[in-house]
Each structure stands twice: as C-alpha cells, then as structure tokens.
C-alpha cells in the first residue's frame, strides 16, 4: 500500500508494548540515543500482568545502566526441592514485575524527544516499513519491529502445556521466606509436573506460583488460588489479601514451529521464537536480541551476525525441544519431574548456561547421557508417550 506521505518517519517501530520492545527501546535510548523509535501498544499500559524473572549473570555489565531501573528486586541465592533431592544455588536472581516496567519505559520514551509512544490503539497492518493503526494513521519507519506476545505464537506440534496461576500475597508478619524458591516439587504431583514457585518481594509481599507442565490446557483459576493459599500457610506466610493474581497456559513445543526473520519486519519476542522452549524463561532472549538491533543501524540488523544467532538459537532451541520430548513421551506424568530433578545435581554454571539458553555441546551431553532418570521409558519414548 502506498504511504501517507504525512506519516511520521522513525528509524525504528516497535510494535507491542511488551518486555522485548520495551528492552529494545531502553537499549536503543542508551547506545543509540539520536534514534527516532515509535512504541506501539493496544493497550493504555505496557507490558500487561506479567513477572519476568532472571539470572543476572546474563546481563553484560553495559547493560545494567537500562536494565537496573526495571528490577523489583535481586537475591544472592535461591533454592529448589524435589521427592529426593534439595539444593541451594548462589547464583543471584532478580525479577521484573509489569507495573514497574510500565512507569520506566512510559517515563524514558515520553523524555525523548525523538520517541513517540502510542498506546489505547492496535496495529492492524505490518509491512517491512510501515504500520496502519486502528485509527487510520499509517506509521513508516526503516525497521520494523512485531513483538505482540504469546498469544499469537503457533503451538503446533504441542506436546502440553505450561500453566501457572500466582498471586501476590499481602502479608500481616513479616515473611520467614528469604530467598527465591524457583522449584518446590514436593507437593502432590498431580496433572503432570507440578511445582510452586516463590518470591519474596519485601517482607510483607510474597508471590506464590502454582506451576504445572501438564497434558491439558484447562485452568481450574479457584483450586489453584485455594492451592496457593495452602502452600503459603505451609511456609508460615500470614496473608492479609491478595495484591495482584497472574495466570497463564503456555505451549510446551517439540518442533521448531518460529522462524527467526531474516527481513523487516523482524518478528521478535515470543511468537519470533524468542524464548526458552522447556523453561518459558524468555529475559535472556530478549535482552540478547535487545542487544544486537541497539548496536546497529536499522538498515544493518539483518548482517552476518545476527545470521549466526539465529543459527545458534535454532541449535539451542532443537535441544530444548529434545528434552520436551523426553520429558512428556518417556515419562508418566507423575514422574515427569525426574529429568530436573537429575538436572540439579549438576554443576552450578551448566544450569545457568541452560536457563539462558547459551549450553555448550559438554554441559548438552552431561544433561542427556548417563544414567536415565528414575521413570525413564524407552518404550513409552518411540510410541510417543502412549507406551
């Protein structure tokens, strides 16, 4: 379609107000801050009801200037515990949190001069140069960039799913939880891989995640909010009400069903593919991808370098979809745990490489040869999981 000659001219549209448009215009604002970016968001807030949590050894010490703002807040250590195995990892974790997101990019992009940020309306085309609004203005840019989140990425060839609901815990006593538990799967597992997922904000604000990796979509949101108060009474917490609920069911893939572009516009984010595929954990992706268009000119995001990490994702995603398929088809689901279990009896920098999905071909062998995890079929493997 031809332009609307008075539509604004950027060098870069970010399309979706989510976590990986937002680091984009953050490290944009840092290394490149003559650049002229558009945020779009359908909705009058960025980056939803969403918690995003990390290792902070991926983030380059450059980075920390943009990213620091972001964070509600950072641990030295965290724990996991499963039937037959408890482990404490010093290795610091920090989480971001969506309102804090909102107030950070909404305040640095409305600072910039050359920044526009347009939420309350959707894109409702996207070219390799342009985007026409709801509204009928049509936005031109030297690149494109489509980061609409999760629910537009293909689940095809879906072997489950990832489901959680959490609540933000107001507490009347301080909480006797200091540090993350990012793995409780000594609970009941019932419907698949179960675990809860704990972080103590402040002393008096817990959220506490129930997690499945199970067979079904379906959300039971009452019995798992009735779980998670169960579980917070275990752990001595005292709530006094509910802060903020966060819910999700995510597509567990075995196939590569994302193709990283190779042309404007550049689909990024979750539906680009741009996560961790057995974890969900989607930070370190997205700071990376971050990382790579704030260091280039619009026109040269596309060059040989980021061929190599498109290369190198799809080699570290065919392996993550590996263990997807070994976790759903060669175990029951009650036994579906055991594969983590095994994988947190390794050493401390192999599991940090995985979860930022940067494993070497070493830390990829030690995760899959040896000893198979207790609950292990082959059989059940070949035929699928129906074995």
Request: include cysteine; aromatic fraction near 10%.
């Amino acid at each position: 379609m031809a332009l609307d000659p008075e539509s604004p001219r950027f060098d870069v549209v970010l399309v979706g107000g989510g976590l990986q448009n937002s680091l984009i215009l953050l490290a944009l604002l840092q290394r490149r801050p003559e650049s002229r970016i558009c945020l779009i968001e359908r909705d009058t807030r960025l980056g939803g009801n969403h918690t995003w949590s990390f290792h902070t050894a991926v983030v380059e010490p450059g980075d920390w200037p943009f990213i620091e703002p972001l964070v509600e807040r950072r641990w030295p250590r965290h724990r996991v515990a499963f039937p037959d195995h408890e482990r404490e990892l010093v290795q610091e974790y920090a989480t971001i949190l969506s309102d804090r997101l909102d107030a950070v990019v909404q305040e640095r992009a409305r600072a910039h001069a050359p920044c526009e940020l347009v939420t309350g309306v959707a894109a409702e085309e996207i070219g390799p140069r342009h985007v026409r609004l709801s509204d009928g203005r049509t936005v031109a840019a030297e690149l494109v960039v489509d980061a609409r989140g999760p629910d537009r990425y293909a689940a095809v060839g879906a072997a489950g799913y990832q489901k959680f609901v959490g609540l933000e815990l107001r507490l009347d006593r301080p909480s006797p939880v200091r540090d993350p538990i990012l793995m409780d799967a000594t609970v009941p597992q019932t419907d698949g891989f179960r675990f809860f997922y704990v972080l103590p904000l402040s002393e008096r604000r817990v959220l506490v995640e129930d997690t499945y990796y199970s067979d079904s979509p379906r959300l039971d949101r009452e019995s798992l909010r009735e779980a998670v108060f169960s579980y917070a009474s275990q752990l001595g917490l005292e709530p006094g009400g509910v802060e903020r609920e966060e819910a999700g069911v995510l597509p567990i893939p075995i196939q590569q069903t994302a193709e990283p572009s190779t042309q404007s516009p550049l689909v990024a984010g979750y539906q680009g593919g741009w996560f961790h595929a057995t974890t969900g954990y989607s930070f370190p992706l997205a700071l990376r991808l971050a990382r790579h268009v704030a260091a280039r000119v619009p026109g040269n995001v596309f060059d040989a370098e980021y061929h190599r990490m498109v290369q190198e994702h799809r080699r570290q995603t065919r392996y993550a979809l590996l263990l997807n398929r070994m976790m759903f088809h060669a175990f029951t689901p009650e036994q579906r745990y055991s594969p983590l279990e095994r994988f947190y009896r390794l050493p401390e920098s192999t599991i940090l490489r995985f979860y930022a999905l940067a494993t070497t071909a070493w830390d990829r062998a030690r995760v899959v040869v040896g000893r198979p995890p207790r609950g292990f079929s082959l059989g059940r493997l070949i035929s699928g999981g129906t074995g």
